[in-house]
């Protein structure tokens, strides 16, 4: 994907999981399935993961550089990405540190629509703001998947949230009726 198609995959992609959550009611939004996240928490932890993204993306270069390197490989395919991410996630990766999210109230659910659409949009524009070389030079840290290319990172963030879309769908068909 060149960044134009990444960005509308990553536009799409989270808007229909906004409109997912957005339709759900104040219990089901707060649901806990057993030893699972919450959608309200599933919506938290996508605010935790594309932040960081977003805002590393405006990092100077010759300090993302300094600090990670740059890439000594091409980068993944999409779907190579997602098949590393899936693998991962089947041998046991989980959500670490900063990226757990707490319990979420029903009250919590429009701010963080808000502050979603806002680092997808803002991320928008930092991709849109790379070439399409430094898409595949410069590298960020993943804590599942390592070293990623800026691409990498973006194919990542755009399946994230597809990921977690289903996690939503499939806590709540647990929920007693």
Same mark, same amino acid.
């Given at each position: 994907? *060149? ?29 806990? #399935? ?25 990092? #100077? ?10 890439? *000594? ?16 996630? *089947? ?10 999210? #707490? ?75």
């Amino acid at each position: 994907m *060149n960044k134009e198609e990444i960005v509308q995959s990553l536009q799409e992609n989270h808007a229909k999981f906004i409109q997912q959550i957005h339709a759900l009611q104040d219990v089901e939004f707060c649901y806990v #399935p057993e030893g699972k996240w919450s959608a309200a928490q599933q919506l938290d932890h996508l605010v935790r993961s594309v932040s960081p993204v977003r805002m590393a993306l405006n990092i #100077p270069k010759f300090i993302l550089q300094w600090r990670f390197g740059l890439a *000594n490989r091409p980068s993944l395919t999409f779907e190579k990405l997602v098949n590393k991410y899936t693998t991962k996630l *089947n041998e046991g990766g989980r959500a670490t540190g900063q990226f757990i999210p #707490p319990i979420v109230d029903s009250n919590k659910r429009e701010k963080l629509l808000h502050q979603l659409k806002s680092q997808v949009d803002k991320l928008s524009k930092n991709i849109l703001a790379q070439n399409e070389k430094s898409m595949d030079t410069y590298i960020l840290p993943h804590p599942l998947l390592g070293k990623l290319t800026f691409r990498e990172m973006c194919y990542f963030t755009i399946y994230h949230v597809e990921h977690h879309s289903f996690l939503v769908t499939k806590g709540l068909d647990t929920m007693p009726k």
